[in-house]
């Protein structure tokens, strides 16, 4: 596909973006709107897209197991670089490191990622592996490390009388079966974040979408139809919020700072330049899916990255200002990067 062709499938992508950019701009739609906008996006137009085409899928071929593998290694392979640069750059606090690797290797799926693939491909599909990976695996590693650093504690030796509450019959020695308060705190603030993730509308749907899938189930058409046409407003809704988004967000390009650009050149550039070395020249993958893999690598960061550091007041205004700028660099680069694994 030239490149040419490929700015051309975009065009709707850059129009619907860009509409809502501009009606934020001149306050048709209010910039704060995006939040409603993209809730219906990510609560019920998107899990209704992925429901039904993963419902319909031949799963033989949405899981290329072997393309996945290489996505996954090499992953977790940049995760590691970018966790020694930042620490021996910037910072070595857990909250603050987790938070950068996260905007250079985790991808906007649901907000870029599916309406892109339909927009190229007439198909998303290949997004759901990667999709369940990120949520299963990646955003459960963030958020346990953000619960468990979120509130330190103070260390109590063996031996020594822990606190606890009233009538309970005084202190007790630690060694026993219960756990410090503040332990089991954590501990409840882990699972919960945990739990989160794994419940929402997103990770639901691919998963019933799988299940029903499997057990041969036979889902009513009508309803089916009712979910592909809830599915069908996803693309265009999902990337109006991201342009309302980005029209509000007030965030200047000019002081784009030196960290902002490596953490955008790893996730634009190094992360798909890493998946296709790896995916063509290690595990052996060509085709289709070589292009479906750097496309995705090369999506930008996402915006759960914003809502994680807003939720435990870490690095806001860095997430922020990653999501709108990489998005921006992810959009001018797509073409590019179809260009290079479908010639090469």
């Not at 189930?217 to 693309?235: C, H, I, Y």
């Amino acid at each position: 596909m030239e490149a040419l062709a490929v700015f051309e499938r975009l065009v709707p992508v850059a129009l619907a973006i860009g509409g809502g950019v501009l009606f934020a701009r001149r306050s048709v739609v209010s910039a704060a709107n995006s939040k409603a906008f993209a809730d219906f996006a990510f609560l019920f137009a998107v899990p209704c897209y992925l429901f039904t085409n993963i419902y319909r899928s031949d799963l033989g071929a949405l899981f290329a197991w072997p393309a996945l593998a290489g996505y996954a290694v090499t992953a977790g392979i940049v995760m590691a670089v970018v966790g020694v640069l930042a620490g021996l750059t910037t910072t070595r606090e857990p909250r603050q490191l987790v938070l950068r690797i996260m905007a250079a290797v985790q991808v906007n799926t649901a907000y870029f990622a599916v309406p892109v693939f339909i927009m190229l491909f007439g198909d998303a599909a290949p997004v759901f592996p990667v999709l369940l990976f990120q949520v299963c695996v990646l955003s459960l590693i963030v958020l346990a490390i953000m619960e468990l650093q979120g509130a330190p504690t103070r260390a109590i030796p063996a031996g020594q009388a822990v606190p606890t509450s009233a009538g309970s019959g005084g202190p007790r020695p630690t060694g026993g079966p219960p756990a410090p308060p503040q332990l089991r705190n954590r501990r409840g603030r882990v699972s919960r974040a945990v739990w989160g993730s794994l419940t929402t509308p997103v990770v639901l749907a691919c998963n019933a979408g799988l299940l029903l899938n499997l057990l041969a189930f036979r889902m009513p058409e009508p309803l089916l139809d009712g979910f592909d046409f809830v599915g069908a407003a996803a693309a265009p809704i999902a990337l109006f919020a991201l342009g309302l988004h980005l029209g509000g967000s007030g965030i200047s390009f000019r002081h784009t700072t030196g960290e902002e650009i490596w953490l955008i050149a790893v996730k634009c550039l190094l992360f798909p330049f890493a998946i296709w070395l790896a995916a063509a020249h290690v595990f052996g993958i060509h085709g289709p899916w070589l292009t479906y893999l750097v496309l995705i690598a090369a999506m930008p960061a996402p915006q759960n990255l914003f809502i994680v550091a807003q939720r435990y007041g870490v690095d806001v205004a860095m997430s922020a200002a990653l999501v709108v700028k990489s998005s921006v660099a992810a959009l001018l680069l797509l073409p590019l990067w179809i260009h290079w694994t479908q010639a090469g």
